[in-house]
């Protein structure tokens, strides 16, 4: 069974950074297709970035250049390093995977990841 354990969320103020990280259990890292999702309070589940086992990276509108999705050398952690942080980035952030490659153009959508982990709480205040 595959299990995805996130961590590095917490409290910063506009225009701070942090880091969060996701490590997979029971799987291969390397065949999985990995995202990072949000969800805040009240609204609909959203992509954030998403990197397939080739490598390809994708971001939202929102969040381009101020976002990094990552792996380690190993390839057994995920992170999304988050620089510039705005209140409205305040959000439960999940970790979501796949063993399944997403069709072209939907990296970002929910419904393709059938995989997720328990999300870290990330908050912004101005």
């Known amino acids: 069974q595959v299990q995805l354990v996130e961590s590095g969320g917490g409290s910063v103020q506009a225009g701070g950074s942090l880091r969060l990280s996701c490590s997979v259990y029971?799987?291969?890292?390397?065949?999985?297709?990995m995202g990072w999702f949000r969800q805040a309070p009240g609204k609909e589940r959203e992509g954030v970035a998403a990197?397939?086992?080739?490598?390809?990276?994708t971001y939202a509108d929102s969040v381009k250049g101020r976002f990094t999705i990552s792996q380690d050398n190993a390839k057994t952690t995920l992170y999304l390093q988050m620089n510039s942080l705005k209140p409205e980035d305040t959000a439960m952030y999940y970790c979501a995977a796949t063993i399944y490659p997403p069709s072209p153009g939907t990296w970002l959508l929910r419904d393709e990841y059938n995989i997720w982990g328990q999300g870290t709480q990330v908050i912004v205040s101005s």
């Open positions: 029971g799987y291969a890292y390397s065949s999985v297709y």
């Open positions: 990197i397939d086992i080739g490598g390809y990276i």
